[in-house]
């Protein structure tokens, strides 16, 4: 249930994706401030994330969930109506503390209501759905942009995250209890706790990467494609092809991934990675990008999965709480420093540029594949 959740989080998002950087930079002017509100929004999800933490062991975390689809919906439906650049900038806002409680409870619901010797093949089935939900909504999108316009298309996002408080009604849901009387630890005795430990860092670490990657991705191909003069489904089809190897591949690796290959898994596909964001860079051809965003998605594919699965591995049921909130911030810190790089590299120097920093970042997260793999 948590993962059809986030499954229909992701179909919202996703179904807007295609036309929301094209939509921050009509609201800011410019690509250089369409990273920044990008930036802001994971920023404000990356510090609430931490203070999510502290409350989770004194507030039920159906009540949070029912917190973060709402304020979704209703930051959706405000990007509609507005258009000035302070309104949007708060909704940016609004919109990173939702995620931010999404993001910190679900994927703890999903670990605390899943068997450890299952917990790689949920892991990739909880991938799986998200993954779909990434081919169908940008696809769906497109099309409703082409036919409908894009403004239309903040209403059906909040139609499908209404759809997954809908979910939170199930009787399976219903039945759990989850205010929890702990002792917790302070944000910065927890963010101590979490880098004083290299296993932990070393996960931190290789989500951080994959999703400066994303969110470089999410921002950038539509605007790269909108600039070549292609219509805004051409991003929807390219954000379904860059998911596709993930959707096919995810739930064999899941299923597959021994502890002893991991670090094997990860720096094999990070490698795979980086050589066809090298190609990006090299080759300036709109068609033949699309292509390498395609492949370089087979490399994500091994590394996806298994991420958490190594994170789990490292730390114990009862620092979950306390400890997890804080390995989110992974993907905040790379939603932060991928639009900033981008709309500055960008507005500078090119996208041909972009994607030669890009494979640069991701460079070191072969080494630490290789670590991973030293450990067994």
Known sequence: MFSYMMFFYCLAVAFVAPMFPDYLEKVTGSPVYVGIFIAISSVTTLIVSLLVSKILHRVSKILLLYIGFIGMAITFAFYYFFRSFEVVLLLQIFRGVATAVLFVVIPLMVRDYTAKK???????VYYLLLNLAWIIGPLA???FSLYMGSSLMFWFAVAVFLIAV???RHEEITD??????KRIKGVFASMKEYFSRWSLVKAYLIDFGLFVWWSITTMCVPLYIVQNG???IFSGIAFALQ???LLFLEGWVGDHVKNSKMGTYIERGFLIMIMFIILMAVVDNVYFSLAMLFCSSIGAAFVEPI?????FKHMKENEE???????????????FVGPLLSGFIVAYFGYQALFFVAAVILLPMVFIGYLIHKES
């Open 166 to 168: 809908m979910f939170l």
């Open 141 to 143: 999108g497109g099309i």
């Open 243 to 245: 998911l596709l190897p």
């Open 118 to 124: 299952s917990l790689a093949h949920e892991e990739g």
């Open 321 to 335: 709480d306390d400890l997890f909130p804080v390995y989110s911030t992974a993907r905040q810190l790379g939603y």
């Open 307 to 311: 991420k958490e699965t190594y994170l």
């Open 230 to 232: 292609l219509p805004e």
């Open 176 to 181: 759990i209890n989850t205010k929890e009387k």
